[in-house]
């Protein structure tokens, strides 16, 4: 059996038991084996905690296939852990990814899968910090790699404070290499592996691929942070302005979008400089940005802010020209006094139950005359019955704010299997008299056995149509799934954004035709451009001294 020690969540994930029946059995039972604190973390004795759940019989409505009468949590943790171990010969585990990455190759996937092999019992996030401060170490403190690549364990304890000095936000993120519960040995196989993964992608590379991988492997708390490639890439591609001067993100997890956006004005801002700002909304998302931002040379004011903060969050260097960001879906508990009690809503307070609407008219209030947001949010928010919702919503719509949404193909995320949509924001008081509405759902590629993504060909599609009706010449005929609609269309559908409603691709929908209702306000609006042209027509005849029609 190893020596070390674990987590609560270690406890509960070898013991196939949810977490709080590990904080419960602690809680009520004098002899459960006292925590030690390593690293600023409680962890407990392998032995002692195996030993404890020898005497811990299974309930039979517990048990799983193949454990008999009589079978005790000690040996199912047995079990487990020498799975983990690899001491077994364990299948394949639930939580290995499905697929490569876009950015993933031969040799990164044989990479990978030594990392996990590496990894024991290890809680996947203790694990995650482990591997990405090596990686930050090996670019960023000489003496402190060399003593990780020979496991000496004290040479990397005094190399990791120096880091925290330049940085002291990423020492969240680096306590498990303070605190490492290695042998010499394993440690400097994991670092030779981190080496190897490094010297193959780059070391702002390997963070960014190891990020995605590791969101894979955490599934649905993974992904409460992490914004998969293809979206990032789409959410930079519908909102970089020409010349791209700065970027905020107030929700920004692991920096994802921060660096693609930085990355895109490397390309496009050869003579201005590039200001990135963002808003973390704990600790450790915070310490993970900040490294993943230093990899990509990347200069950032990041601060922490908790979300209850959005009743009233401000900006102390706002407006902003650019503004992505993925925040929490549906988030409840986020303005414990009511968000009725304050008066600093642009369009009104949304339900305290779900903080969507929050988000939004936090990220419209931020934007700078001219300027241009992307927030990715659930789909339902864009046709929601709620009562406060629906008013926010028409009350942005009638503002000239929401310059449109665009529905996003289903599966896309780790973390969740809602729909989702990307809506484009600009300035509050921008003339507008239509609003460009996408379903783009039927896009996109599948890969392993569950997950999409969308390709750069589904992007390009979507950002010519975007870009194309930015420029006043309509949808053209790019999609056969978009449609700019008026604002009195709008009006008439009580300010539904469902891009489904109008562009004839919901279902139901027969034949995959557009909608009677949808060729009607389309003939309207056609209708409407004619006189205008027949208008500025007579005018230039005249101005040019020839004869009315």
Known sequence: ??????????????????????????????????????????????????????ERTIPSNARVAGERAGSTYGERFRRNLAASAGEGSPGPSPGTPESVSSTGSNTTDSLWEDLLRLRGPVDVLRYRNLVLGLVYLRSRNADGWAAARRGA?????????????????????????RANDRTARQLADIAAIVDRFAGELGEAEAFHVLLGRFAT??????????????????????????????????????????????????????RTSFQVHGTALNAESLALARMNLQLHSADAELRIQPAHAL?????????????????????????????????????????AHRADFAWL????????????????MALNTAFSQNPRENVIRSRMVEDGCVEGVIVLPPRLFHSTDVAVGIWLLAPPGTRRNEALLI???????????????LTDADIEAVAGTVDGWRRGEGTGDRLGSAAAVPLE????????????????????????????????????????????????????????????R
Request: glycine residues 12%.
């Open 1 to 54: 059996m190893p020596d070390g020690h674990l987590s609560r969540s270690d406890i509960a994930r070898l013991a196939e038991v949810r977490r709080p029946a590990v904080t419960n059995w602690a809680r009520r039972h004098q002899d459960f084996p006292k925590a030690v604190n390593l690293g600023g973390e409680e962890l407990f004795e392998i032995r002692a905690i195996t030993a404890w759940l020898d």
């Open 153 to 177: 364990i004290k040479g990397i304890e005094q190399a990791v404070p120096a880091l925290e000095d330049r940085s002291p936000e990423v020492h969240i993120a680096l306590r498990d290499l």
């Open 217 to 270: 492997l955490e599934g649905r708390r993974g992904g409460e942070f992490h914004t998969p490639e293809s979206v990032v890439r789409a959410l930079v591609r519908f909102s970089a302005p020409d010349i791209a001067r700065e970027v905020y993100d107030p929700a920004c997890g692991t920096a994802e979008l921060l660096t693609a956006a930085a990355i895109h004005a490397r390309g496009t801002n050869d």
């Open 311 to 351: 009743c009233g969050a401000t900006h102390p260097h706002g407006p902003f020209t650019w503004i992505i960001t993925n925040p929490p879906f549906n988030m409840g508990g986020w303005c414990p006094d009511g968000p009725q009690d304050h008066g600093t809503w642009l369009y009104g307070p949304p339900p």
């Open 361 to 376: 008219q936090h990220v419209a209030g931020l934007l700078a005359s001219g300027g241009r947001a992307a927030v990715l």
């Open 439 to 453: 379903d783009a759902s039927g896009m996109g590629r599948t890969v392993g056995r569950t997950r999409r993504e």
């Open 489 to 548: 269309t709008i009006r008439r559908h009580g300010y539904n954004l469902n891009p489904r409603k109008y562009t004839g691709t919901a279902t139901g929908a027969s034949g995959g035709g557009r909608t009677v209702e949808a060729l009607r306000w389309e003939l309207e609006r056609l209708d409407r451009l004619a006189a205008v042209v027949d208008v500025r027509i007579e005018r230039e005849m005249r101005n040019l001294g020839c004869p009315g």
